[in-house]
């Protein structure tokens, strides 16, 4: 018996149960807070795309160690260090917000609990087109000047942290009223996220290409630079002439009819940049004041 016994303790001499006290608990708590957060501060900015490419990078390492590349190797071991500087470098901003938002998260209630506001949902839907296509044509007849961004897979959070927080359900009127001539809210973008007007009065990259038309206002330029950082899709209106716009892909497509702009719109629930007739012939705009906002 005791011949079998020993047997049996031999055969699970492999199987070993961790002694875990209070303290593992609470490390393993503190890494699972921490990685999520620093997980979700990734793909709210532009870190995401970044991300993707390191790890492009990796897979290409991997292959490379596998295949015994060795002058890819030796290239790769030579640049990490400098390319973990670079993107400290590059990163500076975004890694100043996200800790000032560490510091002002309370930790036992995103710990505890859910927040559903997280939940992802559809884009783009056929009230959002609708109300879109309303407030444009009711502000180009009225000369009244528009910047829209509607959020793609490119997280927008960096610029909405420059404006003001409104989280408001999509309509006609709540758009037309935010870009009311001498109201808080008109100066500046408003980003649409999930079907919901995240911000208003938000900053954005201005395009740097020379290519473009001279006359172009600011608002335009800000349509086109937000494009080439990343894959939204804008909505502007001219101040000066109330054209309708939309600026995708380091693309401004302009003076586009009701038609035209509802192709536009409804190519983002399919995921097809849909061109125009009249966006093919006017990737350059005239008119439109340069100290246009």
């Not at 740097?208 to 080439?228: C, P, W």
Request: net charge positive; hydrophobic share 45%.
């Amino acid at each position: 018996m005791s011949k079998f016994l020993s047997a049996i303790s031999s055969y699970f001499d492999w199987f070993y149960v961790p002694h875990i006290s209070v303290s593992d608990i609470l490390e393993i708590i503190i890494l699972s807070y921490l990685i999520y957060n620093i997980i979700l501060w990734i793909k709210r900015t532009r870190a995401w795309t970044v991300f993707k490419g390191i790890i492009i990078i990796a897979v290409f390492m991997g292959i490379a160690a596998l295949l015994k590349l060795n002058t890819l190797l030796w290239l790769f071991r030579n640049t990490i260090n400098v390319g973990i500087i670079a993107v400290i470098i590059l990163f500076q901003p975004e890694l100043r917000r996200a800790l000032e938002e560490l510091g002002r998260k309370n930790i036992i209630s995103d710990v505890l609990i859910r927040n559903d506001k997280n939940v992802k949902n559809e884009r783009v839907n056929n009230n959002t087109i609708q109300e879109l296509i309303s407030a444009a044509t009711f502000m180009s007849k009225n000369k009244t000047g528009a910047l829209i961004v509607i959020e793609q897979n490119v997280p927008l959070g960096e610029y909405e942290s420059t404006g003001i927080s409104i989280d408001a359900a999509i309509s006609s009127q709540l758009i037309e009223n935010i870009f009311e001539h001498n109201t808080p809210l008109h100066d500046g973008a408003v980003i649409i996220r999930n079907n919901r007007v995240i911000a208003a009065t938000c900053y954005l990259p201005l395009t740097g290409r020379n290519d473009l038309n001279k006359d172009l206002g600011t608002r335009h330029r800000a349509a086109v630079g937000i494009s080439e950082v990343s894959d939204s899709v804008t909505l502007v209106v001219s101040e000066e002439n109330g054209q309708i716009s939309i600026a995708q892909g380091g693309t401004l497509y302009s003076n586009l009819d009701v038609e035209e702009l509802r192709k536009k719109l409804t190519s983002l629930q399919s995921g097809k940049n849909v061109q125009s007739k009249k966006g093919r012939k006017a990737k350059r705009i005239k008119g439109g004041k340069k100290n246009e906002k």
